[in-house]
T-cell receptor
Framework: DTGVSQDPRHKITKRGQNVTFRCDPI?????LYWYRQTLGQGPEFLTY????????KSRLLSDRFSAERPKGSFSTLEIQRTEQGDSAMYLC??????????????FGPGTRLTVL | LAKTTQPISMDSYEGQEVNITCSHN???????ITWYQQFPSQGPRFIIQ???TKVTNEVASLFIPADRKSSTLSLPRVSLSDTAVYYC?????????????FGRGTSLIVHP
């Protein structure tokens, strides 16, 4: 399977704990996006990378959220000191920017976070 | 950023054609229109993208009038498996920074 993968698929944590999610994009894709989705809403953009460079991070929800893509391949999204309001589906997507198709993003299955 | 407006929900029956319209009055010259489909507990899936007139693929057609202030996604002969949320996005596909904005989408329910 050469699609976007995310790990874990589900995460249950207690309030105040830190969590880290991983995303493996399609191998030749140079853009990687992170989104958050809550029930009944569309995906909400958080940040994106062009290779290893984080080009947009103003939409990260707070300073508790951070993302990395150290070698331009996989990416991690970390949430520190989780709060119950962080409970959501976290989606990762990738695209091949060299083709110019910014909008044709390929999404992973998501990581569902539950903060107790 | 061009704002989009779609109906919150639509109902249809198997075998019918479904048309979902998206309004984007302040679309920019270099903006394209893209539609995604999302099933429950899955990430969105790209359906179709266009700039003007009509685009057709094996899944859907996209109609864009000359003024480009709206677009219509057309799903021919829907089946129960087309029950999903459909999102319209507007933005550039080349140059500059682009923040994809999904909105709430249109929840399509197909009845037997």
């Amino acid at each position: 399977d050469t699609g976007v993968s995310q790990d874990p698929r589900h995460k249950i944590t207690k309030r105040g704990q830190n969590v880290t999610f991983r995303c493996d994009p399609i191998s030749e894709h140079n853009r990687l996006y992170w989104y958050r989705q809550t029930l009944g809403q569309g995906p909400e953009f958080l940040t994106y990378f062009q290779n290893e460079a984080q080009l947009e991070k103003s939409r990260l929800l707070s300073d508790r959220f951070s993302a990395e893509r150290p070698k331009g391949s996989f990416s991690t999204l970390e949430i520190q000191r989780t709060e119950q309001g962080d409970s959501a589906m976290y989606l990762c997507a990738s695209s091949d920017n060299d083709r110019g198709d910014y909008n044709e993003q390929f999404f992973g299955p998501g990581t569902r976070l539950t903060v107790l | 950023l061009a704002k989009t407006t779609q109906p919150i929900s639509m109902d249809s029956y198997e075998g019918q054609e479904v048309n979902i319209t998206c309004s984007h009055n302040n679309i920019a010259t270099n903006d394209y229109i893209t539609w995604y489909q999302q099933f429950p507990s899955q990430g969105p899936r790209f359906i179709i993208q266009g700039y003007k007139t009509k685009v057709t693929n094996e899944v859907a057609s996209l109609f864009i009038p000359a003024d480009r202030k709206s677009s219509t996604l057309s799903l021919p002969r829907v089946s129960l498996s087309d029950t999903a949320v459909y999102y319209c996005l507007v933005g550039p596909i080349s140059g500059g920074s682009y923040i994809p904005t999904f909105g709430r989408g249109t929840s399509l329910i197909v009845h037997p």
